[in-house]
């Protein structure tokens, strides 16, 4: 996340801002009631499957193919198209972006031990880290593997060895003797935790009693976890791999109902009220410190234009001061709930109707991350990654909704 680099400064709290290894008296992380214990959440498997940067593979078995050995989504793609094809359209395909890539150049997070920290969770497979454990180079390192980011193997590839969801009942009975020595199948693939080691800061007391990535405790609080309901039920949808989240405007529209409620339009001062709901979000809307959702009411006039003094407005986000180790406010709306903007003020002359608008800025944070970095940056190479990422998202705010209600004479 963005929010390790503005502590560049300081490894120590570098790393707890990244969820990395954090030395905090027993007593303290205990008492947190949002510090969930890895092992306690993830269980044996997951645990053993989720050592971060994950062990090289080793020498593949006696009897694998060349494609059964292979690493490369394309070639797991040969065999699994409707996977790979949905995969490079997500963002876990893109998680080694010119925006993640461009800060491990220079400074402190080029360090070997930084590198490996944020590689954990963009480009987690050993054959990924140019470094090794000990900082030294890695002799299996993969370029081009490192590029495509979360890969397939880093969720299905431990020693060569594969491991999947149950198969599906439908299917006809596997060949003999099965590619890639047929799969495992495991039920935790299927459930939240298996996404919580990237999506949850674990054993970290969090600001303000919330870790910067509470993803999955939020989930386990929500009412669709009460209903059985999992990530992978919400994001993976028939299996797919796309992963859609609050990038995609379409899909966010489907869990977020916004209304305006009018009260009294039709005196001096004009009263409403817009309502945005939460309604199938199986966490906070949005979960990270990341994204800034705006609402706005105001008056319009006959050209559509928005008449001055006439605007109320309000953010959902979370804003905390990393620096200080303080939250500055915390507006998200939890699963289930509502927050409502109340409207009242004087009608302006030459009004014509009352406009109300919710837009999303699912990058909010990184904007002000990468024109920082760009102002200290030296590196060239450095400097074009970072100006590609300020480029991406100059206009990746979108509008939510817009309702309008029109005003009688
Ligand atoms: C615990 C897992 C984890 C670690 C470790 C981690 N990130 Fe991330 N990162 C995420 C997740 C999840 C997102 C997407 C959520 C968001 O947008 O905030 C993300 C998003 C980003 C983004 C914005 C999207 C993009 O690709 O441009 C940048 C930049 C980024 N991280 C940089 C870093 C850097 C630099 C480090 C190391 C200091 C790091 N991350 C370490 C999980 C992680
Ligand atoms: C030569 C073709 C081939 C290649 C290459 C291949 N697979 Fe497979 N894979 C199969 C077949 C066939 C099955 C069995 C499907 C079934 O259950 O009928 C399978 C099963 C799987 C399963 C289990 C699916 C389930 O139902 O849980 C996973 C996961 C998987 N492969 C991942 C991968 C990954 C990751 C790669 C690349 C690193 C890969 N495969 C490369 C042919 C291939
Ligand atoms: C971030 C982790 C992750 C990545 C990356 C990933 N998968 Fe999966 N994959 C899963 C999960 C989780 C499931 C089970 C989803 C479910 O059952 O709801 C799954 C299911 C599957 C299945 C079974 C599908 C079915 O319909 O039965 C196959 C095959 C598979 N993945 C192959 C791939 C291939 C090939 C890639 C890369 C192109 C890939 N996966 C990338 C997590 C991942
Ligand atoms: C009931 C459906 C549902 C469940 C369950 C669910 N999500 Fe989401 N998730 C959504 C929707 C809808 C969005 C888009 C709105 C938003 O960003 O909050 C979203 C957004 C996201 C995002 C985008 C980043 C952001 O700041 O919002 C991430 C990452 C994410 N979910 C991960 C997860 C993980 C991990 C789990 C399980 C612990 C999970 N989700 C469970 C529906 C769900
Ligand atoms: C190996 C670490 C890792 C695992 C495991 C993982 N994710 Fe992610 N996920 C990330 C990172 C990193 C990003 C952000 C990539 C970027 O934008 O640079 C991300 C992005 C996402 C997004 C898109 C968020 C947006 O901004 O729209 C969703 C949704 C998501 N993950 C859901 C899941 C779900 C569901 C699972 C479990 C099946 C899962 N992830 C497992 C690391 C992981």
Request: aromatic share 8%; proline share 8%; charged share 25%.
């Amino acid at each position: 996340m963005y929010v390790c680099l503005r502590l560049g400064l300081s490894i120590a709290l570098l790393l707890t801002a990244c969820g990395g290894q954090r030395v905090e008296p027993e007593t303290e992380a205990a008492a947190a009631p949002s510090a969930p214990q890895r092992l306690h959440v993830l269980g044996a498997f997951l645990e053993a499957h989720w050592q971060l940067p994950l062990a090289l593979q080793g020498e593949p078995p006696a009897g694998f193919s060349e494609l059964d050995r292979s690493l490369d989504p394309a070639v797991c793609g040969a065999c699994h198209p409707e996977q790979y094809a949905a995969w490079r359209t997500s963002l876990h395909a893109a998680a080694y972006s010119p925006g993640f890539s461009g800060q491990l150049i220079e400074g402190a997070l080029a360090d070997p031990v930084e590198v490996r920290a944020c590689q954990r969770c963009h480009a987690p497979l050993g054959e990924q880290q140019p470094y090794n454990r000990l900082g030294g180079p890695e002799a299996s390192f993969d370029p081009a593997l490192r590029g495509q980011g979360i890969v397939c193997a880093a969720c299905h590839v431990r020693n060569h060895r594969r491991f999947g969801p149950p198969r599906r009942a439908a299917l006809p009975a596997l060949l003999e003797p099965p590619p890639h020595g047929g799969f495992e199948p495991r039920g935790e693939f299927q459930e939240s935790r298996f996404c919580a080691p990237c999506h949850q800061f674990f054993d970290d007391p969090g600001i303000n009693g919330k870790p910067l990535e509470n993803t999955f405790v939020e989930w386990q609080r929500s009412p669709q976890a009460a209903a059985g309901r999992q990530c992978q039920d919400c994001h993976m949808p028939d299996r797919s791999h796309r992963w859609r989240g609050i990038h995609d405007p379409e899909w966010v529209r489907r869990a977020i109902d916004v209304d305006l409620i009018p009260t009294d339009l039709s005196g001096r001062r004009l009263e409403a009220a817009l309502v945005l709901r939460n309604r199938d979000v199986g966490h906070a809307f949005p979960t990270y410190v990341t994204p800034r959702v705006q609402l706005v009411v105001y008056q319009v006039g006959a050209a559509g234009k928005e008449l001055d003094a006439t605007r109320l407005e309000a953010s959902i986000g979370r804003e905390v001061d990393l620096a200080a180790q303080v939250e500055i406010f915390d507006t998200r709306v939890l699963p289930g709930e509502s927050v409502k903007l109340d409207y009242s003020l004087a009608r302006a002359p030459g009004a014509t109707a009352l406009l109300a608008r919710v837009s999303v800025d699912p990058d909010f944070h990184y904007r002000a991350v990468f024109d920082l970095l760009l102002e200290s940056l030296e590196d060239a190479s450095a400097r074009a990654q970072i100006e590609e990422a300020r480029r991406r998202i100059s206009d990746s705010t979108y509008i939510l909704a817009e309702i309008r209600l029109p005003l009688s004479d």
